[in-house]
């Protein structure tokens, strides 16, 4: 009997390159300088083969857009199924959550106007929310701009997943290089504390593997019996049932509101570019059931880490590997120029926001907002182990609590993603402003809650991009 093996080609394939790549992190030192992460390196890899070799395999990306798509979701619920540690209410973590939806507000708003002046000029076909791809591969990384470019199909747009990915990995070269370009211009300006100026001078090689005979650190904890059930399989069986949830809301949202007619049909079909914020919130509705239960003792945020951490590397080799040549090509002026200028903007407003919206470890809090803002939170994370290897400071758990507010102070601003297309679709430019507004409408909310925790340090030494007490 033969069976379908498609889906295992692709992932023998992709694991394939993440081994190669973890290799290659092993020996050169270019990639260990730069912090490149082996699940960009094997995207890399995996680009020209997919664009150009496999095709004539009979091997083409729509499986990989798929992995994209679904192992987004799967990371998201992962992470919405993580028990927040319990702290009490902090002005420091809402700071975080203001600096990053910071960068949301500001790649839009400049993303959105850009796109105008290129239609008003030299590009008049480019489609309304492409400026929308910018904040989406940059902030919210690859997985969500593929998601919702791909989503813009039934409006007639072609290839903006593509276009989404494309920007996604410019970000992660962003993060990557201009992350350690700051690390070593912060300690010759004397941004860094001595103490961590010390850590750094006596940090290691990172090859990525640890070295024989080392202290290995712990990556998980049993919550069950294994003669029962593996703790990996109640956990990512908890993932698993959470997405299909998510797939039965989605659904059954699909057939009310298709008794809406035509538009109703319009907004079910974009409702699945976003499905990873129904994944979410199943996760988050799954471990309300288990507190109520008594029963959220057998979630272990370490195997939920490894389950999402999984995800990812899958997902971003899948989603470079994915971008289609062609279609960037057709795009390669918007593409560079919109690039430029959100790179511009992360290395001026991070480091002067962060330096006086917070009050303890302004730069590891920095490093973190920068990498998020470029490429994801584990590009963020490796940035601040440089500095910070054992996670001593309480930066990485202050970003963890805050993801969730941020998520949630964000779901508006991700529903108004689908307005310019509407625009595009129409012709009538209001819902282009209304999308225009709506991030202007964050960038006010944002502007006020910086002044409110900043205070007298809002607009101390303007002048400087670094501000020192």
């Known amino acids: 009997m033969s069976f379908d093996w498609t889906l295992f080609i692709h992932v023998g394939i992709i694991s394939a390159a993440l081994l190669f790549a973890t290799f290659l992190r092993t020996r050169l030192g270019f990639l260990q300088r730069y912090l490149i992460p082996n699940a960009l390196t094997a995207g890399f890899i995996l680009l020209p083969l997919y664009n150009f070799v496999f095709p ?49 507000a500001i790649q839009t708003v400049v993303g959105l106007l850009l796109t105008l002046l290129l239609i008003s000029t030299i590009m008049p076909d480019l489609y309304h929310s492409f400026g929308w791809l910018m904040p989406l591969g940059f902030v919210l990384g690859p997985g969500q701009a593929f998601s919702i470019g791909e989503g ?21 070269i962003v993060s990557a290089f201009g992350g350690v370009f700051l690390i070593h211009y912060g300690r010759r300006k004397g941004w860094l504390a001595p103490e961590f100026v010390e850590i750094l001078n006596k940090q290691g090689v ?19 019996e294994t003669e029962a059930v593996d703790s990996m ?10 997405y299909f949830v998510a797939y039965v809301i989605l659904e059954a949202l699909q057939s009310v509101l298709g008794l809406a007619g035509e538009a109703g049909a319009r907004l079910a079909a974009n409702l699945w570019g976003i499905s990873f914020i129904f994944a979410a919130v199943a996760g988050l509705g799954i471990k309300s059931l288990l507190t ?41 002026l918007p593409i560079v120029l919109l690039s430029a200028v959100a790179t511009i903007l992360v290395f001026i407003q991070v480091p002067w926001f962060c330096s006086r919206i917070f009050r303890d470890h302004q730069f590891h809090r920095m490093l973190v907002i920068f990498g998020v803002s470029t490429g994801t939170l584990s ?21 963890a609590y805050a993801s969730g507010i941020t998520f949630m102070l964000a779901i508006p601003f991700i529903l108004s993603i689908n307005l310019p297309v509407r625009a595009y679709e129409t012709g009538d430019m209001t819902y282009f402003w209304l999308a225009l507004g709506v991030a202007v409408a964050y960038l006010l909310f944002v502007f006020v809650a910086y002044l409110l925790l900043a205070r007298k340090r809002a607009f101390a030494h303007g002048s400087e991009i670094w501000h020192r007490d």
């Open 233 to 242: 399989t109640l956990n990512a069986g908890l993932v698993m049932l959470s």
């Open 206 to 224: 990172k090859r990525g593997v640890y070295p024989r005979g080392s202290s290995l650190p712990v990556g998980s904890l049993l919550t069950s």
């Open 379 to 399: 590009t963020g994370l490796a940035l601040l182990r440089i500095i910070d290897p054992d996670f001593e400071t309480p930066v990485a758990s202050d970003y």
């Open 292 to 332: 109520i239960f008594h029963s959220d003792h057998i979630l272990d945020n370490q195997t939920l880490n490894r389950v999402s951490g999984f995800a990812v590397d899958y997902m971003v080799t899948a989603a470079i590997a994915a971008i289609s040549l062609v279609v960037v090509s057709q795009y390669w």
């Open 152 to 172: 813009w199909r039934v409006a007639g747009i072609e290839g903006a997943g593509s276009v989404g990915l494309t920007f996604a990995a410019l970000g992660f």
């Open 56 to 104: 004539i395999l009979g091997l083409d990306s729509m499986t990989l857009e798929a992995l994209t798509y679904h192992l987004l979701s799967v990371s998201f619920v992962a992470m919405s199924l993580r028990k927040a540690p319990k702290r009490p209410a902090d002005g420091r973590i809402f700071a975080t959550s203001i600096a990053v939806l910071s960068q949301y």
